[in-house]
T-cell receptor, first 108, second 115 residues
């Protein structure tokens, strides 16, 4: 089945950029997604990218997709303390396969 | 529209008991999904409905689990004869239409603790 891998932790200083990475095995997914989960809350869809795109920018968020290397990344510009959360990449429109999440800690 | 709601938010039960969770999706969303999330892991797909039809079930969904969406609106997930390994967060999501980006909107989850 689909395997989605993420690094577990990332720590940055407020105002810096954060880059969260994701690798996957199955390249058949039409859409790839990034979700944010804050403590005690459900998942919030942040953004997604269509598989025939290389990049998508949405305000402070930039998604990069390298289909050849099966690598997806999420860049958060000017990271704020409110961005501290767990970030999940997910593949598949319909039932989705999620990575285990990257915990982002933003230090003031 | 207040988003996807789930009830209860927390459930503590003893091993062997049956539990039922409810999910109310966003109005007029055709698809409804159930996921299970354990600590330190991402959500794992359990099952999904398109309107009232249950289209797919994961191998994770043993015979003790059953889900329904009788009128194509709210859904219930029942776990019979609960085991300690069933302790997890059960998440429900809905999406507005078939095709396209299939954006999924998640509820806050039901946290199940089996003693």
């Amino acid at each position: 089945g689909e395997d989605v891998e993420q690094s577990l932790f990332l720590s940055v200083r407020e105002g810096d950029s954060s880059v969260i990475n994701c690798t996957y095995t199955d390249s058949s997914s039409t859409y790839l997604y990034w979700y944010k989960q804050e403590p005690g809350a459900g998942l919030q869809l942040l953004t997604y990218i269509f598989s025939n795109m290389d990049m998508k920018q949405d305000q402070r968020l930039t998604v990069l997709l390298n289909k050849k290397d099966k690598h997806l990344s999420l860049r958060i510009a000017d990271t704020q303390t409110g961005d501290s959360a767990i970030y999940f990449c997910a593949l598949g429109a319909g039932k989705s396969t999620f990575g285990d999440g990257t915990t982002l800690t933003v230090k003031p | 529209d207040t988003g996807v709601s789930q009830d209860p938010r927390h459930k503590i039960t003893k091993r062997g008991q049956n539990v039922t969770f409810r999910c109310d999706p966003i109005s007029e969303h055709n698809r409804l999904y159930w996921y299970r999330q354990t600590l330190g892991q991402g959500p794992e797909f359990l099952t999904y409905f398109q309107n009232e039809a249950q289209l797919e079930k994961s191998r994770l969904l043993s015979d003790r689990f059953s889900a329904e969406r009788p009128k194509g609106s709210f859904s219930t997930l029942e776990i019979q004869r609960t085991e300690q390994g069933d302790s997890a967060m059960y998440l429900c999501a809905s999406s507005p239409r078939v095709g396209g980006a299939n954006e999924q909107f998640f509820g806050p989850g039901t946290r199940l603790t089996v003693l």
